[in-house]
């Protein structure tokens, strides 16, 4: 071996080098130690490497927290300087109403009691939203525009469909990206994740994946019309080039920049995880932390839930003397499930952990709802104010609890009722009958023409999708609000058209069609029955699919979601399921 090294690299190169220093280690060691030597060495290196990756995403979680809080340093509590409007009223002859949109965020259609009794086998209550309703107009077949939060909030803030201008995915940060591959590169079930890595290294970052600011916001009308316009809490529309929240129409801005509710460790906070990829990924790129008008991230100095209840009062405070509009926009009860110790304990009748936890978020958002409530009564102004509540998707699967909601099917991350249908109340006393009750669909894109309307505001220019809802509450009109209405979100799609409505899992080839008339849980499918029926809802999908634009930017996960099991319970091949685009 050695003269045919040395005869085909010559005595220069480098590997000759290194093989005449082995065969000096040779000469002078013996060649039985020195192989013994490079057997313990390689085993040694081997042994490294093998514990690495074996513990590779361990090691990525335990280490991603430390580098975020490097590269991204959080300070201690910063007060917030909200806008003061005059110390009196202005105009007395300005009717218009103040406006309040309040957005929880996961709330599943069975999480308040209004429906169906509430979580937790109806002992947990939740008496201040309800009394919205009881104030107001519910509807009880209100639609969020998509399962997942970002395109539904798009919606909401441009009175369109998100895939109109090609917002039709959820962008993910840019560490929890990278944790989600890892992960599901860790799991082995029968039904896989399909990811293009490719495709995902060469996405924008999270900051630049934003709503396009040619799109005209309620908070941009409002603005211009005279309102004073305040955001607090969750955006996920994008913060570079002129998508933030101050660039879109919101005077103040108080920004959700972290995901924790309360630092991990803190003893007034009880904590539950679970073995699912997406709660991992919340956990291990979770900080706690906000940015008020763009400035540097900062310690919220309370449970977020609570200080984000209490900066609103100071919003409502500070401007009762002209009108505003209040973007109340909640991260509860998005996992990670955290809640306050007092809330837990007052759960304890609650056999699961988890539950009791859950449910101690839904008191804590509840009770601040109430508080505004209060204040607005205390101000003298609640009967002028326009309050909406309602939720960006249904409840999700990977928090392991049942009957979130029930009595529907699917999750979040799924065009099945549960992970649409959600509650939207309507509350404005000085105009809305109380208690009224209406079973039309609805959609989030109705929400703007709706405060644009109460606001005297004409929006004939803006080409929307969305209509006012004033004439159905107030009984002036008895027609339904909408004949059709679409979701899309890759290769999961669906359509409801009048009481019928299609779903589809296109790469699977798995279709749906039900009457929703005599079949609201959507458990009996009926596509081999009508497939007349079906093959008009296919093609009302498609035409309405060729009107809309392509994608900003393109999906690079697939995920299963069985549409009667959460995460983690074992898939049986009875059991139905669609694969989500994201």
């Known amino acids: 071996p050695w003269t045919r090294t040395e005869q085909n690299f010559g005595k220069n190169n480098t590997i000759y080098t290194y093989a005449f220093v082995i065969k000096e280690e040779f000469r002078k060691n013996g060649y039985a130690k020195m192989l013994k030597k490079v057997f313990y060495i390689s085993g040694a290196l081997l042994l490294i490497v093998s514990i690495v990756w074996e513990y590779k995403v361990n090691i990525l979680i335990w280490t991603i927290p430390t580098l975020m809080n490097i590269a991204n340093p959080v300070q201690e509590n910063i007060p917030t300087n909200w806008s003061s409007g005059p110390s009196e009223i202005q105009k007395r002859t300005d009717e218009r109403p103040n406006i309040i949109l309040i957005l929880a965020d996961d709330m599943g259609y069975n999480d308040i009691s209004l429906h169906n009794g509430g979580a937790a086998d109806g002992s947990l209550k939740t008496p201040n939203i309800d009394s919205l309703a009881q104030s107001g107009a519910w509807f009880s077949r209100g639609y969020a525009a ?19 201008f090609g917002y039709e995915f959820t962008p993910v940060p840019d560490a929890s990206r990278f944790i989600v591959s890892w992960l599901v590169e860790e799991d082995d079930p029968v039904l896989r994740a399909r990811i293009d890595s490719e495709v995902a290294n060469s996405l924008p970052s ?3 994946m934003g709503m396009p600011t040619e799109q005209i916001t309620i908070a941009e009308v409002l603005r211009d019309a005279g309102y004073y316009t305040a955001h607090i809490g969750k955006w996920h529309l994008g913060h570079a080039y002129g998508m933030d929240p ?5 005077e103040d801005s108080l920004t959700l920049a972290g995901s924790s509710y309360l630092p991990e460790n803190d003893p007034k906070v009880v904590n539950a995880k679970f073995d699912t990829n997406i709660d991992k990924m919340v956990w291990t790129s ?3 932390a906000a940015r008020f008008n763009g400035g540097d991230l900062f310690k919220p100095d309370k449970y977020v839930t609570d200080f984000y209840t209490d900066e609103a009062l100071k919003v409502i405070e500070k401007n009762q003397n002209r009108p505003f509009f209040l973007y109340l926009s909640h991260w509860a009860i998005h996992n990670p499930l955290q809640a306050m110790r007092s809330e837990v304990e007052q759960m304890t009748h609650m056999p699961d952990h988890n539950l009791q936890v859950y449910s101690g978020m839904i008191a804590a958002l509840d009770r601040g709802v109430g508080k505004v409530i209060d204040k607005l009564k205390e101000l003298k102004i609640y009967g002028k104010t326009l309050i909406i509540f309602t939720s960006d998707n249904g409840g999700a699967n990977y928090i392991e609890l049942e009957d979130i909601n029930k009595p529907y099917r699917g999750w979040k991350i799924s065009f099945f009722e549960g992970g649409i249908r959600v509650p939207f109340i309507f509350s404005w006393p000085n105009e809305i009958s109380s208690d009224v009750k209406i079973d039309s669909a609805i959609h989030h894109f109705d929400i703007f023409s709706t405060i644009a309307t109460a606001a ?4 004939d220019n803006l080409n929307l999708d969305g209509v006012n809802l004033l004439p159905y509450i107030k009984k002036e009109n008895l027609d339904r609000p909408h004949k059709t209405l679409f979701w899309r979100s890759g290769n999961h799609q669906a359509v409801l058209h009048e009481n019928w409505k299609y779903i589809v899992s296109k790469k699977e080839n798995f279709s749906w069609l039900f009457d929703t008339a005599n079949d609201p849980l959507e458990k009996n499918n009926l596509i081999k029955s009508y497939p007349e029926k079906a093959l008009l809802m296919k093609g009302l999908l498609a035409e309405h699919n060729s009107k809309q634009s392509k994608p900003l930017f393109p999906s690079v996960f697939e995920m299963p979601i069985l549409i009667d099991k959460f995460e983690g319970q074992e898939f ?7 694969y989500w685009s994201n």
């Open 286 to 288: 979770s900080q706690y």
């Open 246 to 250: 101050q660039s879109q129409g919101f």
């Open 206 to 208: 999270f900051m630049e």
């Open 572 to 578: 049986e091949k009875s059991d139905e399921y669609i």
């Open 456 to 459: 005297d505001i004409n929006t």
């Open 146 to 164: 998509n399962a997942t939060c970002a395109p539904s909030r798009a919606s909401i803030m441009s009175g369109k469909y998100p895939t109109r």
